[in-house]
């Protein structure tokens, strides 16, 4: 069982930044590719950026190619998100993932392929 905890939201203006934590406890993120997701009212949950077990290889959702930064620090077993040059639609409650990954490259963006979630966060940009 893997417990995954966000933190680093809150409300920050149109254009600035924020860097979400993905605190892991109870296994080691090593042998996990991990992700983040988000989901905004009335929308459906959506990909945000996955990296894979041993951070060597990233994927990225196009509407945030280029702002967002997924990256890991195994030791530290935690999975960060750097948010730049945030937009009011990037208002949302975002989600950590992580899953069972055999391949050391993989990274996934289906919902489907992950095993554990955190509760989630919330991060608001004001316009």
């Known amino acids: 069982q893997v417990q995954l905890i966000e933190s680093g939201g809150g409300l920050v203006q149109a254009g600035g930044s924020l860097r979400l934590s993905c605190a892991a406890s109870g296994r080691s993120l090593s042998n996990y590719a991990m992700g983040w997701f988000r989901q905004a009212p009335g929308k459906e949950r959506e990909f945000v950026a996955a990296i894979s077990r041993s951070g060597g290889n990233t994927a990225d959702a196009d509407s945030m190619k280029g702002r967002f930064t997924i990256s890991r620090d195994n030791a530290k077993n935690t999975v960060y998100l750097q948010m730049n040059s945030l937009k009011s639609e990037d208002t949302a409650v975002y989600y950590c993932?992580?899953?069972?990954?055999?391949?050391?490259?993989?990274?996934?963006?289906?919902?489907?392929?992950?095993?554990?979630w955190g509760q989630g966060i919330q991060v608001t940009v004001s316009s």
């Open positions: 993932a992580a899953a069972r990954a055999t391949l050391f490259l993989s990274v996934h963006s289906s919902i489907s392929a992950y095993d554990y």
